[in-house]
């Protein structure tokens, strides 16, 4: 039997009658589309005391638990007629049987703003629960004044299916908000909150003058924060697993005779683990194919910087893999081109050589201004880049033996994207031989051809607010879907916690790896309900101390009957030339169907 796997999917208990006991629950609804000023609501509530939390069910309703007290409905009721268009929300108490247990768990969730902790704060604002970490407060210096420009913060919410999701929030200071731009929704019409002291959030009320923020992230920029990190207890504490832990720890302690939350095991039914060997024989491949096509290297700048660079460039090729290139300021046609070009900004206004594209021409640009720091990671970035356009030029996968999976008829892959704001979709079929071909696909209720069903598969997925991946189909027309499922996995925080507040920060040998983060390393997976599910992890041989991000777990749905058909193709994950060093999340031709799909963007977006 295989080892347990273990996710953010939770089993719970409640015990309804004891909560009933100890806590009121009202119904606001609007016979309006929505609840106008509905943010405001939920802040200016939970200004009273008496109310512990609230949660959104719709636009229209919401729910409020409040410490039980006979004078409750009167308050609440005195609480709605002082909020703008209060006259038109109806308020009723709520049997706690007629509420879902996903939003009564929500409910509690959200009331953990009152757990008090050294470190990490819990805030119910806007009806959600943010952790805030005084390590996720960007500070900064303003007429040496010390001012505060955002704060970020982990969203903690019960979704559909039973699943405990983690995302990161960002709130901006108003000071900054040139930096933000506004279309569907004016700066005025957010909802503006203020710091305090513990760095979590509260509205801003009528009077109040402090600069306040607002929840929007600048232009152009993403915060993350590190899935799990295992350079000590403080660095454990502030990484999403950390941060997940104290929130059930806390809802467990405070609930304890109500409610309990617990998360799912699985148990695995397969895996396949990554080997140096595999490694290795991919980067051979590749320095095999480098010297078979050559590499030259176009300098489209001509100046000192951009010799210097084409030097370095040139250096890295050799290092790495064993490659000599040619360099010149013209294209070659019958080599893998790299041309070092400035970014975008530079070329604002004149014409972008970027735009530029030579039929039958591989061709990666490399910009001078942005190649990244790890300059050993950014040329296996550009090679891996180069090799995929050669062979989508070519119609023939080189980067790996197609042959060694065995299929002996042609597979086909499917995606859709959206082009000049219309959903197109796209299919690679791919032969034995690693030949191949894609074309295009429309949405045709009058024409039937191979990938009719494909069409409508994804069309349907979007009424039932599913997230197809990606479509499989054999020659025989058999489909395998696969949907995300928003379950990750998640490694034995527990014990990595209680370890690492001994002082014992030695986690990374292969037995204690296995042991402690099994259920985030290599390709695994399992079955359940006649499905069969599989996630792709961080590389367990050489593991690093941080995990960047959660190993998502993905569902393959068989269509129509058909049979199960991923497990033949579990060694197209098995790569690093995807996702640079790392595995990839999907079979490796959806990143060929992706780069075909980019180059037919950038020829629109040329037009």
């Known amino acids: 039997m295989g080892t347990w796997i273990k996710t953010n999917k939770i089993s719970y208990n409640l015990d309804k009658q004891a909560i009933a006991s100890k806590y009121d629950f009202f119904r606001i609804e609007t016979s309006d589309p929505y609840i106008k000023g509905g943010s405001y609501i939920l802040d200016a509530t939970t200004l009273n005391r008496s109310v512990k939390s609230l949660v959104f069910e719709s636009g229209k309703r919401a729910v409020i638990m409040m410490l039980r007290d006979d004078r409750n409905r009167t308050r609440i009721k005195e609480l709605v007629s002082i909020i703008e268009g209060g006259s038109k929300l109806a308020v009723a108490e709520e049997n706690i049987q007629g509420i879902p247990d996903s939003v009564l768990l929500q409910l509690l969730l959200n009331a953990l703003s009152s757990y008090d902790s050294n470190i990490l704060r819990f805030n119910n604002l806007t009806g959600h629960l943010y952790c805030f970490h005084p390590g996720w407060v960007k500070r900064g210096k303003e007429k040496k004044e010390d001012i505060v420009w955002q704060i970020h913060c982990l969203e903690v919410r019960i979704a559909r299916n039973n699943i405990l999701e983690m995302s990161v929030r960002t709130f901006t200071s108003e000071r900054l908000k040139k930096k933000i731009t506004f279309t569907k929704r004016k700066f005025e019409d957010y909802p503006k909150y203020i710091i305090s002291k513990d760095y979590t959030l509260r509205r801003r009320l009528s009077g109040e003058t402090e600069p306040g923020f607002i929840m929007r992230q600048l232009d152009g920029k993403k915060h993350d924060i590190s899935f799990l990190d295992l350079q000590g207890e403080m660095r454990f504490d502030k990484c999403k697993v950390g941060v997940l832990l104290k929130a059930i720890e806390a809802f467990n302690l405070q609930y304890e005779s109500l409610a309990l939350i617990k998360f799912v095991d699985i148990q695995e039914s397969g895996r396949l683990d990554f080997k140096k060997r595999a490694a290795k024989e991919n980067s051979k491949r590749i320095q095999e194919l480098l010297k078979s096509f050559g590499v030259h290297i176009v300098d489209q700048i001509d100046d000192v910087y951009s010799k210097q660079f084409v030097e370095t460039l040139q250096s890295l090729l050799l290092q790495k893999y064993d490659v000599l290139s040619s360099f010149g300021k013209r294209i070659k046609k019958d080599k893998l081109n790299i041309c070092v070009i400035h970014n975008r900004e530079y070329y604002e206004g004149i014409s972008d050589p970027y735009d530029k594209k030579i039929p039958r021409v591989a061709l990666q640009h490399v910009t001078l201004e942005d190649f990244a ?96 991946k990606g479509l499989i189909r054999d020659k025989q027309g058999r489909i395998n879907i696969i949907k995300d499922t928003g379950i990750i996995t998640l490694p034995e925080a527990d014990e990595i916690k209680e370890l690492l507040a001994s002082g014992d920060s030695n986690l990374r040998g292969k037995e204690r790896r296995e042991d402690l983060l099994s259920s985030c390393l290599d390709i695994k997976t399992y079955m359940e309900d ?78």
């Open 373 to 468: 720091k790890d300059a050993q990671f950014a040329i296996a970035t550009v090679v891996h880049e180069v090799l995929i356009k050669r062979d989508l030029e070519e119609g023939r996968i080189t980067l790996f033996h197609w042959d060694t999976l065995g299929l002996k008829e042609d597979i086909s892959f499917g995606a859709e994207a959206k082009l000049e704001e219309e959903t197109k979709y796209f299919f690679m079929k791919i032969h034995p031989d690693g030949s191949f071909v894609i074309q295009e696909q429309e949405f045709n209720l009058f024409e039937m051809n191979e990938y009719t069903d494909c069409v409508n598969i994804f069309e349907d997925a979007k009424t039932k607010g599913e997230n197809v």
């Open 530 to 607: 006649g499905k069969q599910y599989y996630y792709v992890g961080t590389i367990g041989d050489g593991l690093r101390w941080k995990i960047p991000h959660a190993a998502n777990v993905r569902c393959i749905e068989a269509y129509n009957g058909a049979p199960l058909m991923f497990e033949q193709l579990l060694p197209t994950m098995n790569v690093t030339f995807v996702h640079n060093g790392q595995l990839t999340v999907l079979p490796f031709p959806f990143k060929y169907l992706r780069e075909y799909i980019e180059s037919l963007r950038d020829k629109y977006n040329s037009k």
